[in-house]
């Protein structure tokens, strides 16, 4: 058979019939049992097969009529010597597959399982018959060799590979580790995918493989660490950090692999460790780059609206420039989850970084556009700005310019409402609360000696009163602002002006990060046309985080070393590196970004609103008897109700606000008509009707109806301000209105808010227009002709039933915290709308600074007030006392008041 051709076909028949029927007549003779007969038949082949005289094909034949004996005659029953030499023949046959499969063995990488598949097959079947016990250690031995044959075939086929690579030129030292942990991730899948089982149930290839070039290539990894760091901070990088990226996922799955096919041998290698320094180098990269993102989003938009939102784009690639490490930093899925966290809370920090500059250079924009700088033909007519100033001033004849908004200005404020949304969904996809949580339960303990910790001052510049002119004129009025310098005279902060005002009020708050007590100066500044801005006063301020430890917000009054005096609200929190602080504070930046652009508008709109809802116009209406100009109120709130798209149907009822029972009827010597005594502000819906259109068509709806909230409550303050003086123990020489005028002020404040309302179809509620403020205000048509005798006794009873009420204890600071997303923000605005609202106190007292002889009275009462505050402050300072006597603490005393700056 070994000498015929290859193409020739032969039976696969050992013997043919007559063969077949001449032995079995020699067995019957000579008496041989049919168990020796298969047993010496198998021994034939395996003996033709050792010396390739049949092929492998044959050894199945033999050994089905072994197996056909044994299923007529068990192998108990068999004679000793037959079943004996069975065994030795099944021990030969196994010996020699095991020998053939080794030298199959030679090179894995090429090993197919169509080469291997029969001697497996008869390795399997003589295995499984059990004849082969009695060689078990020699067996066992064999296997032992074919397994470390794949050690080493796997070892050799590493260490060549390992070679190629790493001798290529190149400095980028990440790249053959990179391409090497490639190569062995597809050969473990690919030997995986030929050989799913075990050979012979205990040769795992897969696992052999990986058990011996795993190990092997953690050592060169770890070898190259250092050559890894140093090229990826060299400038260019010459090992780029996406290369070393890609290597942490390679090696990563290598490992999973590993434990996965190997669980009995556990590898020793710190992958946290190892790549821990590459994630914080990217993070400070990604830091690095905020500026950038910012500018780059910002210098293409066009600020033109997109979407039913209103924003442009500018604060989409802003945030898809954010979102891009965001999502780098999940699909790593950090082993550590202790790490993963300080990961996340170190990219919040960024985001917060990069919230906090767009802000800046938004609000820097829409300052340009409410502030535009004159042409240069404009700018050298400056210095004469002055004496006509002056000019106005003396002849009474100065006249408010209108200030009409644009669509780009709406869009920019859009722009924060959108990244507010944005932003809150970037808190929830983060998951902020669960790492938070991560950090809380996995954190470190806090050692007996921590570093120098920093807290954050918020300090808002709220307002100014009794400050004096500077000029010899008494009834010239300031420009003022204010500023923040520290003890080297460097500016921190520095407020809006606030035009023509001795009483002017900022409302402007800035925060601040201090580590140690830190003496502040604030300057109020008199804004002056040409040169150096005039000094009007100043005071000093004293950051010590011992005095601000309640966290309590502290309203504190300063006198100015000239004459004034200047409201500072201040309270602290402790600046924690913690998830939840920096979204804190990214939505602390917009809001409060949202809060000065709308204050802008609002400041444009109100000298409009100032001028036309005067004393000057009230006087004025009252002496005239006729209007010369002839203006339609229901035509403006139709007018105003087709900017929200509907018509505002026919005129109802005027809701006619009632008197006191024990008001006497008012005696007018001369009625003025509804359609009179709003044509006196006939202007001034002019200007509303432009510029409302404006803030409809540009503004998304949420956006909105801040704006026009903030556009009613200036103008309930000037309905106020015309009625009451503001509330001081100073003598004031306002004096009340008449009858008639105080009927034509409320008539005034009907017609507005029925435009503003217009019929349900304005951005505000009726609801939030008749509002705590707007209460109060009727409150004064209650009050304003009792007695002064009746007013004082009225005040006394109230403020005796608030104290007994609500005991004048102070409420925690808003912190940064209570606006990490949306829903704590709208969580406090719940809680402060449930607060309980002020009685009619102040409106008594601010009725009363207009009687004679009642300065005393309201001097009593306000330090009645401010007793009952300082009670309660002194005992809360008394129980900090005592738990900072119990921690043991020392309080050094307050430094001395720094010298004045050069």
């Known amino acids: 058979m070994v000498n015929l051709p290859e193409d020739q076909e032969v039976s696969l028949g050992i013997l043919s019939p007559k063969h077949l029927e001449v032995i079995n007549e020699c067995a019957l003779r000579w008496r041989l049992t049919h168990t020796y007969r298969v047993t010496c038949f198998l021994d034939v082949i395996k003996y033709k097969y050792e010396r390739e005289e049949v092929p492998i094909e044959c050894l199945p034949e033999a050994l089905q009529m072994i197996q056909k004996a044994v299923e007529e005659v068990t192998l108990e029953d068999w004679p000793r010597y037959d079943a004996d030499y069975l065994s030795t023949v099944f021990g030969g046959l196994f010996n020699i597959f095991l020998g053939e499969l080794y030298e199959g063995l030679e090179d894995i990488t090429k090993l197919k399982p169509d080469a291997i598949n029969p001697s497996i097959d008869i390795l399997q079947i003589i295995r499984e018959s059990g ?134 041998s556990p590898v020793d290698f710190d992958l ?34 997109e979407g ?75 210095q004469s700005a002055w004496i006509e100033k002056a000019k106005l001033t003396i002849q009474g004849e100065k006249k408010v310019e209108p200030f009409n908004f644009t669509p780009k200005s709406m869009v920019k404020l859009n722009n924060i409402e959108a990244a507010r949304n944005l932003l809150d969904k970037m808190y929830d996809r983060i998951d902020a609360d669960r790492i938070s949580a991560v950090l809380e339960e996995h954190g470190p303990p806090v050692p007996d000696k921590v570093d120098r910790q920093t807290f954050l001052f918020t300090v808002k510049i709220c307002l100014a009163e009794n400050l004096v002119p500077l000029e010899s004129s008494p009834s010239a009025k300031l420009d003022t602002f204010v500023t923040l310098s520290d003890e080297k005279g460097n500016r921190l902060a520095k407020t809006r002006t606030i035009y023509e005002s001795l009483d002017p009020q900022w409302d402007q708050t800035f925060d601040m990060s201090v580590e140690s007590t830190t003496w502040l100066m604030a300057s109020v500044r008199d804004k002056a046309l040409i040169g150096k801005h005039d000094t009007v006063g100043r005071a000093y301020l004293c950051l010590d985080p011992r005095i601000f430890g309640d966290f309590m917000s502290h309203d504190l009054w300063y006198d100015l070393d000239t004459a004034g005096r200047l409201l500072i609200r201040v309270s602290m929190e402790g600046e924690k590196d913690d998830i939840q602080f920096y979204f804190g504070r990214a939505f602390r930046s917009l809001k409060r970004a949202e809060t000065d652009m709308t204050r802008v508008i609002i400041d444009k709109m109100a000298p409009m609103i100032r001028q036309h809802l005067s004393r000057s116009v009230l006087k004025t209406l009252v002496k005239s008897t006729s209007a010369a100009i002839s203006y339609d109120y229901n035509k403006a709130i139709g007018g105003v109700t087709a900017f929200y798209r509907s018509a505002m149907g026919t005129d109802k009822a005027d809701t006619m606000i009632p008197l006191p029972q024990k008001e006497k009827a008012r005696i007018k010597p001369e009625v003025l008509t509804d359609v009179e005594i709003e044509q006196a502000i006939v202007p001034l819906f002019d200007y509303f009707d432009a510029n409302f259109q404006i803030l409809h068509n540009h503004l998304s709806p949420t956006t909105k109806e801040g704006v026009m909230h903030k556009v009613w409550k200036q103008i309930l303050t000037c309905i106020e301000g015309l009625l009451v003086p503001p509330l001081s123990a100073m003598p004031s020489d306002m004096k009340p209105l008449t ?33 705590q403020k707007y209460r109060d205000i009727l409150s004064i048509r209650l009050y304003y002709d009792w007695t002064t005798d009746d007013l004082m006794e009225e005040c006394v009873r109230i403020m005796q039933q608030q104290l007994r009420s609500e005991p004048a204890v102070k409420k925690r600071a808003k912190t940064v915290y209570a606006q990490r997303n949306l829903g704590t923000i709208r969580e406090r605005k719940k809680e402060k709308k449930q607060e309980a609202q002020p009685g009619n106190a102040e409106i008594i007292l601010r009725i009363l600074r207009m009687r004679p002889g009642t300065s005393e009275f309201i001097k009593q009462q306000l330090d009645f007030q401010a007793s009952a505050q300082a009670e309660q402050e002194k005992k809360a300072t008394t129980r900090r006392a005592k738990a900072s006597k119990n921690r043991g603490s020392k309080l050094s005393p307050i430094p001395p008041v720094p010298a004045l700056p050069s």
């Not at 001798?167 to 190569?183: C, F, I, R, Y």
Request: include cysteine; aromatic fraction near 10%.
């Open 131 to 264: 004849l082969v016990e009695r060689y078990k250690a020699d067996i066992e031995a064999r296997l032992k060799d074919l397994s470390d044959r794949v050690r080493v075939q796997a070892v050799h086929h590493y260490t060549d590979k390992n070679y190629e690579l790493m001798t290529a030129e190149g400095d980028n030292k990440a790249l053959p580790l990179l391409l090497l942990t490639d190569h062995l991730e597809k050969q473990a899948k690919l030997l995986d995918k030929r050989f799913p089982q075990p050979l012979l149930g205990e040769l795992d290839l897969v696992c052999l493989a990986l058990e011996s070039q795993i190990p092997m290539f953690l050592t060169d990894l770890d070898s190259s660490r250092r050559a890894l760091l140093e090229g990826s901070i060299t400038k260019p990088p010459k090992v780029p950090i996406e290369d070393v990226f890609a290597l942490y996922r390679r090696t990563k799955t290598l490992l999973q692999m590993h434990k996965a096919f190997c669980p009995k």
């Open 272 to 305: 946290v460790g190892f790549f821990e320094p590459y994630v914080r180098q990217w993070l400070l990269m990604t830091d690095n780059k905020t500026a950038q993102w910012v500018h780059a989003a910002i210098s293409v938009d066009q600020f033109e609206a």
């Open 308 to 382: 039913v939102e209103g924003h442009s784009s500018s604060i989409v690639d802003l945030f898809t420039s954010l979102k891009s490490p965001l999502d780098f930093m999940m699909e790593l899925k950090w082993p550590d989850a202790y790490q993963e966290a300080r990961f996340f809370t170190a990219l919040s920090k960024t985001i917060n970084k990069s919230i906090e500059q767009y802000c800046r250079s938004i609000e820097d924009l829409f300052m340009e556009e409410m502030f535009p700088r004159p042409p240069p033909e404009v700018q050298q007519q400056k």
């Open 739 to 771: 009858d008639k005028e105080v009927d034509i002020v409320f008539k005034w404040l009907k017609f507005l808010r029925d435009y503003t309302y217009a019929d349900g179809e304005g951005p505000v509620p009726l609801e939030q227009l008749q509002n």
